[in-house]
């Protein structure tokens, strides 16, 4: 039974200036990494790619400028200036070369860039020229993919111009044993090695690109630990100076050697959260149960009295502080897709040991002290919650929640732990889990599981069914008869079926393209270095080296499909009201609404190229007539009458979210048609791949690609967030979506579901808000839901933000796995927040 | 089936995860039919028994529905494992629900055989053996005490409060856990003395420790206009945070524990 210190610590005044500090200045983009990396790679043409990964990130670490931000306790800093990003010219750069120019006026997450970085960039970049992995992965691509994601029915946009990240390592190992003992390990591993042995070559090469990448992090702290002694020697401030060579003290240590005390830990801990950024561009990379590997060492200084829990508690709020000064920049559309300047580095608190005794400790609080004193996106913070999760936890949880950060999400023990052993991890390892990215459970420092692969358009093979696999005249699905044939619903839903299967496989084709370039081109020595087995077997985790490995593309769009086939069962088939004839016609025509400037385009280009098909080549002046002929959307008043008459009908049948059985076990089947066909499909590191179902955020940008749907959505409008009901259709209160969403198949969908609740602050007022809160987490729980996650603000408030935007810059909202600041985020998205249901009634 | 689980009655709305009337996350049923006209009611179209029209955002909407207790059961059941995790249950509202006592008697009886707690927001404006039938049924007794001057009662409230006050006595004696809920209203009973009067009655019943003040709101306004009534408020300002402070300081001082809000 562990006891614990439960109370909320103060805030220092130090924290609430490196807070400041951080939000001085507009993010900017950073030249030097591209450089260093780029010379490095130019002297090892020709060695092993591993070689030349671990010399470009020697390189980096020997020359990256280095910066210790005033007043800070915990140090380390990949950018000259705070919140500001490196690039990474390896995973592609032909998008940042094109948006040099627009990526400080674009809406979501803009940057700045300087003359002279881009100069340099511009430079750069020609050597990268057929080199990237996204070049690489194209190339392996079939075609027939490339045309899914062309026509946007799923997008791998996340790997395929960026790093994988989304890990948890072995932050223990090295806080516990440092990297002299990593570095140990791969020598005696590498002494192991025979010349005749048939893995030579690759393992050696391997090994001692993990000795050398250790070994440059080491010596890259050894660098800091000189910065602060020389300013030390400058510092006048008394206070300052002692701090300072206490820096400097904590970084000749770790991270080589073992951390001796909860300080030198914090440091430790840092320089592999953020090494760890340097080496690839991944995002989500997870610091994951940070309460339970802290704890040690926060233990013994507390018991040996020398630390008090306020320094604690300050040392941590430094660590929160240092993970929003971390930031990366994304293409325009995946910065849509991703909006909030969001890293998505999850850590969790609370739960269960591997042996299944809970293990909530100060630490666990204090985490989520912490989220409350900086009140920032980041560290994304996860709470886990099971049977015998004290109820203290839950209501200090619950008192972050009220303050409307969107923090933190919350994950159910009694789902995650069997649908991971499920998925053949041990019991002990599935125990274990934290939470990587958004909502992927894995296993720390044992998984490469590539949990956000792509995101897949639900709605899109649902489109293709009413088609007969075409799409803008181009077959992209397969051709499953013309609509007429289906003569019974089940007729119906197994063209969707197929058409889902289809599609399902040119995404692993895609996806295991993308896996195949990134061992090829970026594998990763220090990321592997501190994943088990990498060492043991000789291969970095791109090439399989992890004890689990897994692809987790994510499915949405289910509260749609499944209201869409419902409408579709009741209107067509149960009541006959309607033929499916019918319904493809009020589709095509955006049932009489006009139609958005993205489908125009589309049915222009169409119509244009069925007329040069025939021969006919059109002036500008004719282009521009067919556009404003589509755009009128010219039905006459008796079919625009029966097509508002058809969306009626449609919209007064039960929906998914309103606690009615039969409607939501209908979702549940709706979801399969993505999570079963998908766990059948491996990837080239000998693991499976298992569906999540989540956004991020990309149910916006992706739906206005979609055209209107059957459930009476319009074109171009958002698609239904992760597995909660579609925006503003749930109007039966926050139980009776609970109960609706429990209903779908959580256990199956392990790589993570994604369940959005908006409440009005008012909601969680007083002791009776709180535990009433609590009450629905336990209560959704109970039903086997997997994850669950809060906005509390008012629709005013949003509303004002979107007016005074300068006014409401730290207002923070949760986005989807992860909150941002709302100023931040684009127009469109910010609708879709103030659009999702309310619920008031607390 | 028991034959009680068959009794119809009326009610107008079934909300769910309420957390302001009773301990935890409860399903209120309102019932339909009151004999109070409080001026400042939220629920105007709670009042009449019969079943009427509704406009509200240029749709008409049916104000009333007959069921079963079985039916209102069901719904109720729904939400049980958050009762489970916080404590709540069933709670009647209306209108009065001692207007159809059979029905919410019925209710009441039906929800405690399933082991779900209940609740009852009331005027107790009614025959004190009618009420007295239902109290073994009830977990949680929140009456409201408007005012206890009978002349301005009446004049707001339509009646006057004698029947009223005589069963808050009788009631608590009998309750298991009795809260007095005072609405306070502008230009009607928002003075220190007025709330004063009110809690040194209720710190004066056996039993009675707590005293709930639910500041006024206009959210009804709408729908007098809708029912096609006028508003008998006018256009009153809600209490500010700091009036209800002092009206809590003041409740506070019979040895009362209060609560803004409930």
């Not at chain 1, 932050?171 to 005749?196: H, M, P, W």
Request: hydrophobic share 35%; glycine share 6%; charged share 25%.
């Amino acid at each position: 039974m562990s006891v614990y210190f439960s109370e909320e610590l103060p805030k220092s005044a130090r924290i609430s200036a490196l807070v400041d500090h951080l939000f001085d200045e507009m993010p900017e983009v950073e030249h030097e990494r591209a450089v260093l990396l780029t010379e490095s790679y130019m002297q090892t043409e020709g060695e092993p790619i591993i070689t030349r990964r671990a010399k470009a990130f020697k390189r980096i670490l020997e020359a990256l400028p280095i910066t210790i931000r005033p007043l800070e306790l915990v140090v380390g800093s990949n950018t000259k200036k705070p919140r500001s990003c490196q690039v990474f010219p390896e995973f592609s750069f032909e998008w940042l070369e094109d948006e040099f120019e627009t990526m400080e006026t674009r809406s979501a997450d803009p940057f700045k860039i300087s003359d002279e970085t881009k100069k340099v960039l511009h430079t750069v970049y020609k050597y990268w020229k057929g080199k990237t992995t996204s070049e690489l992965a194209s190339s392996y691509m079939s075609d027939e993919a490339k045309t899914a994601i062309d026509h946007n029915i799923f997008t791998p946009g996340n790997y395929f111009y960026n790093g994988v990240g989304h890990v948890t390592v072995n932050y223990a190992d090295v806080i516990n044993n440092g990297f002299e003992s990593i570095i140990a390990r791969a020598k005696t591993e590498l002494a192991k090695c025979n010349q005749g042995d048939a893995d030579y070559a690759e393992k050696t090469a391997f090994l001692s690109a993990v000795i050398m990448s250790c070994e440059a992090v080491c010596d890259y702290a050894e660098r800091y630990a000189k910065l602060a002694s020389e300013m030390a020697s400058k510092e006048t401030d008394e206070q300052r100076k002692k701090e300072l060579l206490t820096i400097a003290s904590n970084c000749s240590r770790v991270p080589r050697k073992p951390a001796r005390n909860f300080f030198e830990a914090c440091q430790a801990f840092w320089f592999v959260q953020m090494l760890l950024q340097v080496e690839s561009s991944g995002h989500s990379i997870s610091p994951g149960r940070f309460d339970q590997y802290m704890y040690p060492l926060y233990k013994k200084d507390i018991d040996e009295g020398n630390i008090t829990r306020e320094f604690a508690q300050e040392l941590i709020d430094c660590i929160w502080v240092k993970l929003n000064d971390l930031n990366k920049i994304r293409d325009a559309a995946s910065a849509e897709g991703f909006a909030g300047y969001s890293l998505f580095q999850n850590l969790i608190v609370g739960g269960q040991d591997e042996e299944g005794i809970d293990v909530t400790n100060d630490l666990s609080f204090m985490c989520i002290t912490a989220s409350i004193h900086v009140h920032l996106p980041q560290p994304s913070l996860s709470v886990r919650v099971w049977n015998k999760t004290p109820h203290d936890l839950m209501l200090h949880a619950a008192k972050l929640t009220r303050t409307g950060i969107g923090l933190p999400a919350y994950y159910n023990d009694e789902v995650i732990i069997p649908s991971l052993v499920n998925r053949g991890l041990t019991l002990q390892d599935a125990r274990d889990y934290n939470i990587i990215g958004c909502v992927e459970p894995q296993k720390s420092g044992k998984t490469e599981g590539w949990h956000d692969a792509a995101f897949f358009n639900m709605c899109r093979p649902l489109e293709l069914v009413f088609s007969n696999g075409y799409d803008m005249g181009t077959l992209v699905g397969v051709e499953t008869g013309d609509i007429s044939s289906f003569d019974t619903y089940e007729k119906f839903a197994d063209a969707y079926k197929k058409q889902m299967e289809y599609t399902i496989s040119l995404l692993v084709n895609a996806d295991n393209a993308i896996d195949m370039a990134h061992a090829v081109r970026c594998p990763l020595p220090f990321e592997s270095s501190m994943v088990e087995d990498c060492i043991g077997r000789g291969l970095p985790l791109q090439r399989g080296g992890a004890i689990y490995n897994f692809t987790g593309p994510q499915g949405f769009g289910i509260a749609n499909v499944a209201d869409a086939l419902w409408a579709i069962k009741t209107l067509v088939y149960d009541q006959k009201k309607y033929t499916l004839a019918d319904f493809k016609e009020a589709l095509d025509k955006n049932f009489g609404e006009p139609l958005s400037p993205l489908k125009v385009q589309q049915i222009a280009t169409l119509v244009i190229k069925e007329l040069s098909a025939t021969g006919k080549t059109c002036t500008e002046g004719e282009i521009a007539a067919i556009c404003r002929g589509i755009k009128a959307n010219e039905t006459d008043p008796a079919k625009k009458q029966f097509f508002m008459q058809l969306k009626n009908d449609i919209e007064a049948l039960d929906k998914f979210g309103n606690d009615v059985p039969e409607v939501d076990y209908f979702a549940r089947e709706a979801a399969y048609y993505y999570t079963k066909p998908l766990e059948t499909f491996k990837n080239p590191r000998g693991g499976m791949f298992q569906a999540g179902l989540y956004p991020v955020s990309a149910n916006v940008p992706l739906g206005a690609q979609t055209g209107a749907t059957p459930d009476g959505r319009l074109a171009g409008t958002p698609v239904a967030d992760g597995v909660s009901p579609a925006a503003g259709r749930d109007t039966h209160g926050p139980t009776a979506s609970c109960n609706s969403v429990s209903k779908l198949d959580h256990y199956i969908a392990s790589n993570g579901t994604l369940f959005n609740m908006k409440f009005h602050p008012s909601a969680l007022e007083g002791e009776s808000g709180l535990e009433s809160f609590v009450a629905l987490v336990r209560g959704y729980f109970d039903q086997k839901g997997s994850h669950m996650q809060f906005n509390v603000v008012s629709r005013e408030t949003l509303l004002e933000a979107q007016k005074h935007p300068e006014q409401y810059k730290s207002l923070v909202v949760r986005v989807a796995g992860y909150s941002a600041l709302f100023t931040t985020l684009s127009k469109s998205l910010q609708d879709d927040i103030i659009s999702r249901t309310e619920q008031k009634r607390f | 089936m028991n034959s009680y689980l068959n009794t119809v009655g009326r009610i107008f709305d079934i909300q769910r995860f309420s957390v302001h009337d009773g301990p935890g996350v409860r399903t209120i049923v309102f019932l339909k039919g009151c004999v109070l006209r409080c001026k400042w009611c939220c629920n105007p179209e709670s009042q009449n028994y019969k079943i009427e029209n509704l406009i509200s955002n240029g749709k008409t909407k049916t104000v009333g529905k007959d069921v079963t207790v079985a039916e209102v059961l069901a719904e109720v059941e729904r939400d049980r494992v958050y009762y489970r995790r916080s404590g709540g249950g069933l709670t009647l509202s209306g209108g009065e629900s001692f207007c159809q006592p059979e029905f919410a008697t019925a209710l009441l009886k039906g929800a405690k055989a399933k082991g779900i707690t209940t609740a009852i927001e009331t005027t107790s404006c009614a025959p004190i053996e009618t009420i007295l039938k239902a109290l073994p049924f009830i977990d949680h007794y929140l009456m409201d005490i408007k005012h206890i001057n009978p002349e301005k009662h009446k004049r707001f409230c339509g009646k006057d409060n004698y029947m009223i006050l005589e069963n808050a006595r009788i009631i608590a004696e009998k309750a298991k856990d009795m809260v007095i809920r005072v609405p306070v209203i502008p230009t009607f009973n928002d003075t220190p003395e007025e709330i004063g009067e009110i809690a040194r009655f209720a710190a004066n019943l056996p039993n009675v420790k707590r005293i709930h003040l639910l500041p006024y709101h206009r959210l009804g306004k709408d729908k007098y206009d809708g029912l096609g009534r006028e508003y008998g408020m006018g256009d009153l300002p809600t209490p500010d945070n700091e009036k209800m402070q002092i009206l809590k300081r003041v409740a506070e001082s019979f040895g009362l524990e209060c609560v803004i809000g409930g």
